[in-house]
T-cell receptor, first 115, second 111 residues
Framework: DGGITQSPKYLFRKEGQNVTLSCEQN?????MYWYRQDPGQGLRLIYY???????QKGDIAEGYSVSREKKESFPLTVTSAQKNPTAFYLC??????????????FGNGTRLTVT | DAKTTQPTSMDCAEGRAANLPCNHS???????VYWYRQIHSQGPQYIIH???NNETNEMASLIITEDRKSSTLILPHATLRDTAVYYC????????????FGPGTRLSVLP
């Protein structure tokens, strides 16, 4: 089955530690995205990548870093500089196609708790 | 991207049609309307999208007004599993363009 896999589903870390969230897709999509969701709110864009070895900051990139060394993988590192890292993190992807109106496909998220 | 306005919450009886409205009065000619839903603790699920014509798929129908300033998502026979937060998004059709998710409408399907 094609899809986006985020692991683990739940992650717990101590304050001051960096943590990396995994996102893998086998949909052969070119673009990948990371969003953050806080309780009762919509999604906010952290980083996105349109092609391998390239990525751009979203609206709330401070305290986060990403890499895109392979088309199918887009890991997100939450650094100790992120002031409020506890949140639900969602990874998404979309294909490159002429009309540019393809929807995003989402993984099932990782819930990060930092204490 | 144009801003959307949705009611905070709605109820619907099981088996009845659920009609979820969305206002996007500042939409421009090259912006599509997308609908997603999110069940608690899962990733958003794509439902449907359209430009100006009404669209239908196996999940729902999308009705866009002629002036494109509003739209309605219709779930024809709501079930308890349709209880979710529904997001209406307006976005320029351009590769890599961001999808901006607002707070959405919390739909509760009641038995």
């Amino acid at each position: 089955d094609g899809g986006i896999t985020q692991s683990p589903k739940y992650l717990f870390r101590k304050e001051g530690q960096n943590v990396t969230l995994s996102c893998e897709q086998n949909l052969n999509h070119d673009a990948m995205y990371w969003y953050r969701q806080d309780p009762g709110q919509g999604l906010r864009l952290i980083y996105y990548s349109q092609i391998v070895n390239d990525f751009q900051k979203g609206d709330i990139a401070e305290g986060y870093s990403v890499s895109r060394e392979k088309k199918e993988s887009f890991p997100l590192t939450v650094t100790s500089a992120q002031k409020n890292p506890t949140a639900f993190y969602l990874c998404a992807s979309s294909p490159r196609e002429t009309r540019g109106n393809s929807p995003l496909h989402f993984g099932n998220g990782t819930r990060l708790t930092v204490t | 991207d144009a801003k959307t306005t949705q009611p905070t919450s709605m109820d619907c009886a099981e088996g009845r049609a659920a009609n979820l409205p969305c206002n996007h009065s500042t939409i421009s000619g090259n912006e599509y309307v997308y609908w997603y839903r999110q069940i608690h603790s899962q990733g958003p699920q794509y439902i449907i999208h359209g430009l100006k014509n009404n669209e239908t798929n196996e999940m729902a129908s999308l009705i866009i007004t002629e002036d494109r300033k509003s739209s309605t998502l219709i779930l024809p026979h709501a079930t308890l599993r349709d209880t979710a937060v529904y997001y209406c998004i307006v976005r320029v059709a351009h590769y890599g363009q961001n999808f901006v998710f607002g707070p959405g409408t919390r739909l509760s399907v009641l038995p």
